[in-house]
């Protein structure tokens, strides 16, 4: 496996596991099956939500050479030490559902492919099988891999929005396909190998409930905004401070936002400067209104 030749090809010996909650329920044979291969193991029982996660700081701290970002692919984010990147491929055959399930999509001429990196394989077999159906295909690779997305970056869907007549997204779950719903303005379609079905997504009522959180900024008076010190989600929101000099404001920074940490503070609205699936999964566990930076239009 690529990886593991390339841990060894850097001589790292400790490594430092990192993984997202998914895998948990294989991560002790994967730490055995590094283990056989000569590595020393710990596992980092953080959450991993993502590649902006890199705890090279906790990993120099207990002595590893490198870390095993494990579910993820490298985006760029910057590191002390080696990262490792085990995307963690499904060999999932994704053609019988999409036979049996076919008839929802089959009006649709032009169709957008969208993954994320454990599905990929399955997307290729997707292409071919729409293909004999004479449908038109699109993808675009914006990120490592033609038709990857990110639950923060839809770069592969936007650029081609404009030529396709509805989305199909390949995988499990909404998360990834809620994040193409709120920006994309074309049917948006899963095919759930989990599930084994196709389902169209709707995201109606997360949007209303997004606007109703905006309609509370221009009243707000205390506002905090939400910082997070994960490498790949900093960014500048001294800007947005210098921004809302009539209110009062205040930063507050985390390791992972969640709602209980701001009990007790009083504040009327909060601006998420960090992932922004804080302002999407999570909007309805918040009492106070909270709000994505980029979604707020009048800052
Ligand atoms: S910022 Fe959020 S959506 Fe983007 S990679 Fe990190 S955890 Fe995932």
Redesign the pocket.
């Known amino acids: 496996m690529k990886s593991i030749t390339f841990l060894k090809k850097i001589k790292a010996k400790k490594i430092f596991v990192q993984f997202p909650e998914g895998l948990k329920i294989e991560i002790q044979s994967i730490s055995k099956y590094l283990e056989d291969k000569g590595f020393d193991v710990i596992l980092s029982c953080e959450s991993t939500?993502?590649?902006?996660?890199i705890r090279d700081d906790e990993a120099k701290r207990l002595k590893c050479d490198a870390i095993l970002h494990i579910g993820?692919s490298d985006?760029g984010v910057k590191s002390k030490i080696p990262v490792v990147y085990w995307e963690y491929f499904y060999d999932i055959d994704p053609i019988p559902v999409l036979k049996k399930e076919y008839k929802k999509i089959s009006k649709y001429n032009k169709i957008g492919l969208i993954t994320n990196v454990q599905f990929i394989k399955s997307l290729k077999s997707v292409k071919e099988f729409l293909k004999t159906k004479e449908k038109k295909i699109f993808t675009n690779k914006s990120l490592n891999y033609s038709g990857q997305i990110?639950?923060?970056?839809i770069d592969a869907a936007k650029k081609i929005e404009n030529k396709v007549d509805c989305f199909l997204y390949i995988g499990s779950g909404n998360f990834y396909a809620l994040g193409l719903d709120l920006k994309i303005n074309k049917p948006i379609f899963i095919l759930d190998l989990e599930k084994k079905v196709i389902r169209q997504l709707d995201s109606k009522k997360l949007k209303q409930k997004i606007e109703w959180n905006k309609s509370f900024f221009k009243e707000a008076k205390k506002i905090g905004i939400l910082v997070s010190w994960?490498k790949?989600?900093i960014r500048d929101f001294w800007k947005l401070k210098k921004k809302l000099k009539d209110k009062e404001v205040y930063i507050l920074a985390f390791d992972e936002i969640t709602p209980e940490k701001l009990e007790g503070l009083k504040l009327d609205f909060l601006i998420n400067c960090?992932?922004?699936?804080i302002g999407i999964d999570d909007i309805s566990r918040y009492k106070i209104p909270i709000v994505n930076y980029n979604d707020l239009n009048d800052v």
Do not use: S, V, W
């Not at 939500?49 to 996660?53: E, F, H, I, P, S």
């Not at 990110?150 to 970056?153: A, D, E, Q």
């Not at 960090?274 to 699936?277: D, G, I, L, S, T």
């Open positions: 939500y993502g590649a902006c996660d993820h985006f990110l639950g923060c970056n994960k790949g989600q960090a992932c922004p699936r």
